[in-house]
């Protein structure tokens, strides 16, 4: 078992957002976190990554305790994260937020294959290379941000909403990459995303989230029905 959360809560100042949050991801696995908007997902990322502190419950990482590490520590020992908006350095060029992505390794041959292999994923930013961040089209930055992740050569990976503001043909095109990602890199996957429809079709399994808690779980083809999917983001009174 490559994660394993147990008992996780946490929220901002005084007030709990994620209460008791129990879920595994195994090797070479994607998992799904859905559920309607404004119920902890992100937040639920953002506390394993070390972006907020937990508040209570335990973050296992290959075995090890690892709640409440910062993400510098993190990034450094393979786990990556692909925040909602995909967030780039506006100032740098692609290539430079690409190194950005890998400054944690300190092999520097290891960041240079991974930047060709990044190149080769994203044909549109090896084009755009010399350009800088602020200039990339909203396709463009989600393609930066998840090759940024990609640099540190990661064993896991937390992406947030990649979806959000994309045309559906770049949305199909992140979730075909992320697919490659864990089934030719050996990289595993927890993704937070509220384009179901898509997500559906390339997780493992799924966790349903409501009100901050896990409300069910399973395979992503329990899931994969009308029926089912109304039920997910069915908000009860």
């Known amino acids: 078992m490559l994660v394993e959360v147990k008992g996780i809560e946490a929220g901002y100042g005084k007030k709990t957002v994620i209460?008791?949050?129990n879920i595994t991801v195994n090797d070479?696995?994607?998992v799904a976190i859905i559920g309607p908007n404004g119920t902890g997902k992100s937040t639920l990322l953002k506390a394993l990554?070390?972006?907020i502190k937990p508040t209570a419950g335990e973050f296992h990482y290959r075995g090890r305790n690892i709640t409440g590490r910062s993400p510098g520590?993190?990034?450094a020992n393979g786990i990556s994260y692909v925040s909602q908006g995909a967030n780039v350095f506006p100032d740098l060029t692609v290539e430079q937020n690409l190194l950005m992505g890998g400054y944690t390794v300190k092999d520097k041959n290891r960041v240079k294959e991974k930047l060709k292999?990044?190149?080769?994923?994203?044909p549109a930013l090896a084009d755009r290379k010399s350009s800088r961040g602020r200039s990339l089209s909203g396709a463009e930055r989600?393609?930066?941000a998840f090759g940024m992740s990609l640099v540190c050569d990661p064993k896991l990976i937390f992406s947030d909403e990649p979806s959000i503001g994309l045309a559906p043909t770049v949305v199909k095109t992140i979730m075909r990459i992320i697919k490659y990602v864990v089934e030719e890199m050996g990289t595993s996957v927890l993704i937070?995303?509220?384009?179901?429809k898509e997500v559906l079709r390339i997780a493992d399994r799924v966790y349903v989230m409501k009100v901050g808690k896990i409300t069910n779980e399973g395979s992503a083809e329990k899931f994969n029905t009308p029926e089912e999917l109304k039920k997910v983001y069915l908000v009860e009174e």
């Open 73 to 75: 520590v993190n990034c």
């Open 28 to 30: 070479n696995e994607i």
């Open 49 to 51: 990554y070390g972006n």
């Open 192 to 196: 937070v995303e509220q384009n179901a």
């Open 19 to 21: 209460r008791d949050i």
């Open 142 to 144: 989600q393609q930066l």
């Open 117 to 122: 292999q990044v190149y080769e994923l994203f």
